[in-house]
């Protein structure tokens, strides 16, 4: 998605398609958006939209954002090649039925799918499935007493992640019985999360993006060139310090995913450091979010 913003702003919607929200938010505060180009194909498009029939409030955020981004040229089977300006960006290069079409713009905003944290549970020992969290009928892991919910068990959205983080607090509060009750609501979650991914999963043309100058690790500074000769993450991060700088691989690590099918054979801790305020401030929000478990108190 690119836009020409007077002001520029982050992302605050948590509902609602990103790329859509994203650019809704950046309208709403001054930006001029020539074009939303999107992936997906105009024919997954049109089936996600015919799986949302019996999802009301799914189709009610559909029409604001359609009200909201009214009058924005959208593009479909559309993706970035390339960006260009003197000092700082100018334009943008994209894919278009097939033909390279340059945008004039000064602010870009561009992003390819979404991948889960899973350091702490590989951390802990927990089993990865295609690139998710296994979890039993309570959220419960490989590793005993270890319970798992939101985006690591899956990229589903905020509301799955609420019902599974309320099956799992029920489950590890020895309430199975009530915890079964939420498994029908988690089912439907569930199906709509995998329609979603089916939809919007990543083009295998997009793999052709990578110039031989293109930064993979940007700590590192190394480029898709010096990377192709390598058959493992492992063997490229020895040659290349791939995945070796602040960041510890949290960026590249997918990047390197997609383009080469690498797999990350190891994950350093400590996970995340903690700031003091978080720590002090986690007692109330705890009471926050327990409350929203039924018959919590």
């Not at 602040?246 to 995340?272: I, M, N, Y």
Request: proline fraction near 7%; hydrophobic fraction near 40%; charge should be positive.
């Amino acid at each position: 998605m690119w836009a020409s913003s007077r002001r520029q702003a982050s992302d605050g919607c948590r509902h609602r398609p990103l790329l859509l929200a994203v650019a809704a938010y950046l309208r709403k505060h001054g930006a001029i958006i020539p074009i939303i180009c999107e992936q997906a194909s105009w024919t997954s498009l049109a089936r996600f939209a015919m799986s949302l029939v019996g999802q009301p409030a799914k189709i009610v955020q559909a029409l604001q954002l359609k009200r909201e981004l009214a009058g924005v040229p959208f593009a479909a089977s559309c993706w970035p090649v390339s960006a260009g300006g003197k000092d700082s960006l100018e334009t943008v290069t994209i894919m278009r039925h097939g033909k390279k079409e340059v945008i004039p713009c000064n602010y870009l905003a561009c992003g390819f799918h979404l991948v889960a944290n899973l350091e702490l549970p590989l951390l802990l020992g927990c089993e990865i499935r295609k690139g998710s969290v296994v979890v039993d009928d309570f959220q419960t892991t490989t590793v005993p007493s270890v319970f798992c919910a939101g985006e690591p068990t899956g990229i589903g959205g905020v509301e799955l992640a609420i019902v599974e983080g309320q099956i799992a607090g029920l489950a590890a509060a020895g309430r199975a019985s009530e915890a079964r009750a939420l498994f029908p609501e988690r089912a439907k979650l569930r199906r709509f999360a995998r329609r979603l991914d089916r939809a919007f999963s990543l083009r295998p043309e997009l793999r052709s993006l990578p110039t031989p100058e293109t930064l993979v690790c940007r700590c590192e500074d190394v480029q898709y060139s010096r990377l192709r000769p390598h058959t493992s993450w492992r063997d490229a991060k020895l040659q290349t310090r791939c995945g070796m700088g602040p960041c510890q691989g949290r960026v590249c690590g997918p990047a390197t995913e997609f383009l080469f099918h690498w797999k990350p054979d190891s994950v350093r801790p400590p996970v995340f450091p903690t700031r003091i305020d978080s720590l002090v401030d986690a007692p109330g929000r705890l009471q926050s979010q327990l409350s929203e478990i039924p018959g919590v108190h």
